[in-house]
C-alpha cells in the first residue's frame, strides 16, 4: 500500500499562476522527497525536507513540512507549460534510502 | 540524465512466463533499489539490494527476486507472470547510509497478455 496520499489527484492551472500540492503521510519519518515525472517515464529528485526542517526552497519550489500533522505541500511558483508532469511525494521512515511513494498529483499548466 | 540505464525499455510477455530486467546504477552508487509502477499509481517499492544482498523487501510475493552484481548493476526476475505484473518497472540507484536523493532509470514497460 501507498505510505503518502496527494491532494489533489489532479490540477490544472494557467500559465504564471502557482500551484500548490499536498502529501499525506502515515509514520513517522527522517526525510521528506518530491519527485516529478513526466509521462511515463523515469522519475526526477526536486527537493528533500528533512525532518526537523520545516519550510525549504529551491527555485521556484518551496516545500513545507509539518511533522505533527505528518503532512507536507510543494508549492510552485509562476508555472510554466513545462511543469505539466506529476508530482510524488516519498518518505523514508527508516535512513535505508527505501521510499514510500504517494500516489501523486497530476499538473496540467495551459499556456 | 540521471547516469542509470535500464533494458529493455518495453517488452511484452505472456502469463506463467518468466522475465529478466536489468539496470545498471550511476557511477559510484553502491545500491539498486527497484520498484513497480502500475498505471495511475505512484511507485511501489520492491527491493533494495546493497554489496550484493537483499537489503529490505516491500510487500511483494518470493517469484519477485533480484541480484546485484560486483560492479553494482543489478537485475530484477519476475517467475510465472501475472496479468498484474503489468507496470512500469523502475530501478533507482543511492549511495548506501547517505540519506537522499534517488537517481531513477527511465524504466522497463512490461505487459503481460
Known amino acids: 500500500s501507498q505510505q503518502g496520499e496527494e491532494d489533489p489527484q489532479a490540477l490544472s492551472i494557467q500559465e504564471g499562476e502557482n500551484a500548490t500540492m499536498n502529501c499525506s503521510y502515515k509514520t513517522s519519518i527522517n526525510n521528506l522527497q518530491w519527485y516529478r515525472q513526466n509521462s511515463g517515464r523515469g522519475l526526477v529528485h526536486l527537493i528533500l525536507i528533512r525532518s526537523n526542517e520545516r519550510e525549504k526552497h529551491s527555485g521556484r519550489l518551496r516545500v513545507t513540512l509539518d511533522t505533527s500533522k505528518k503532512s507536507s505541500s510543494l508549492l510552485i511558483t509562476a508555472s510554466r507549460a513545462a511543469d505539466t508532469a506529476s508530482y510524488f511525494c516519498?518518505?523514508?521512515?527508516?535512513?535505508?534510502?527505501?521510499?514510500?511513494f504517494g500516489t501523486g498529483t497530476s499538473l496540467t499548466v495551459i499556456p | 540524465e540521471t547516469g542509470v540505464t535500464q533494458s529493455p525499455t518495453h517488452l511484452i510477455k505472456t502469463r506463467g512466463q518468466q522475465v529478466t530486467l536489468r539496470c545498471s546504477s550511476q557511477s559510484g552508487h553502491n545500491t539498486v533499489s527497484w520498484y513497480q509502477q502500475a498505471l495511475g499509481q505512484g511507485p511501489q517499492f520492491i527491493f533494495q539490494?546493497?554489496?550484493?544482498?537483499?537489503?529490505g523487501r516491500g510487500n511483494f510475493p518470493p517469484r519477485f527476486s533480484g541480484l546485484q552484481f560486483p560492479n553494482y548493476s543489478s537485475e530484477l526476475n519476475v517467475n510465472a507472470l501475472e496479468l498484474d505484473d503489468s507496470a512500469l518497472y523502475l530501478c533507482?540507484?543511492?549511495?548506501?547510509?547517505?540519506?537522499?536523493?534517488?537517481?531513477f532509470g527511465e524504466g522497463s514497460r512490461l505487459t503481460v497478455l
Open positions: 516519498a518518505t523514508d521512515p527508516n535512513t535505508g534510502n527505501q521510499f514510500y
Open positions: 533507482a540507484s543511492s549511495l548506501r547510509l547517505v540519506p537522499g536523493e534517488l537517481f
Open positions: 539490494y546493497y554489496r550484493e544482498e537483499e537489503n
